[in-house]
T-cell receptor
């Protein structure tokens, strides 16, 4: 049982390049999330998927797109990277009843855009 | 707007001393409350949670938190900290009927020998 896995662990991009961050969970969770973590700002939600087949914008969606490929996988795409997207990106998943329960996090992807 | 405020960005403390990390959230009828811990270069891990029932909840490594509805607070405490408790701690809240969790900005606990 691997929990939540993310690839890659590290990435350096030049401004304007594109890339996709991959996330998978093996806990049969309905909901999945992408966050970015910046110093002093905690975690900010980029996009989330409440269930398979649905995606919604979070607090900071500009410059990103997502795909909920199936129940296990949720990818985050940067179409044209900018230095402001330098951050640590975390994927998370959770089960959900009427309210979101605790989330399980991946190890993170450290992205630098030069 | 829904929000979570962690009142201290950094808390330095000596080993074996008590510590309290403070957390307040914007009011709502029904909430679920969480504390997560993040060790260096790792993802967040759940430390403890309040869903319902007893307002005092405990973790397996000696932390406890108390849900105070009138004060809209969920402060985290430990009577005696260890060097290994050095980490960043995040308070988080989910509101009934919502799909999202709101995180605080984090408190960095630094335990000194």
């Amino acid at each position: 049982n691997a929990g939540v896995t993310q690839t890659p662990k590290f990435q350096v991009l030049k401004t304007g390049q594109s890339m996709t961050l991959q996330c998978a969970q093996d806990m049969n969770h309905n909901s999945m999330y992408w966050y970015r973590q910046d110093p002093g700002m905690g975690l900010r939600l980029i996009y989330y998927s409440a269930s398979e087949g649905t995606t919604d914008k979070g607090e900071v969606p500009n410059g990103y797109n997502v795909s909920r490929l199936n129940k296990r996988e949720f990818s985050l795409r940067l179409e044209s990277a900018a230095p402001s997207q330098t951050s640590v990106y975390f994927c998370a998943s959770s089960s959900m009843g009427t309210t979101t329960y605790e989330q399980y996090f991946g190890p993170g992807t450290r992205l630098t855009v030069t | 707007a829904q929000s979570v405020t962690q009142l201290d960005s950094q808390v330095p403390v000596f080993e074996e001393a008590p510590v309290e990390l403070r957390c307040n959230y914007s009011s709502s009828v029904s909430v679920y409350l969480f504390w997560y811990v993040q060790y260096p270069n790792q993802g967040l891990q759940l430390l403890l949670k309040y869903l319902s029932g007893s307002t005092l909840v405990e973790s397996i490594n000696g932390f406890e938190a108390e849900f105070n509805k009138s004060q809209t607070s969920f402060h985290l405490r430990k009577p005696s900290v260890h060097i290994s408790d050095t980490a960043e701690y995040f308070c988080a809240v989910s509101y009934t009927g919502g799909f999202k969790t709101i995180f605080g900005a984090g408190t960095r606990l630094f335990v000194k020998a």
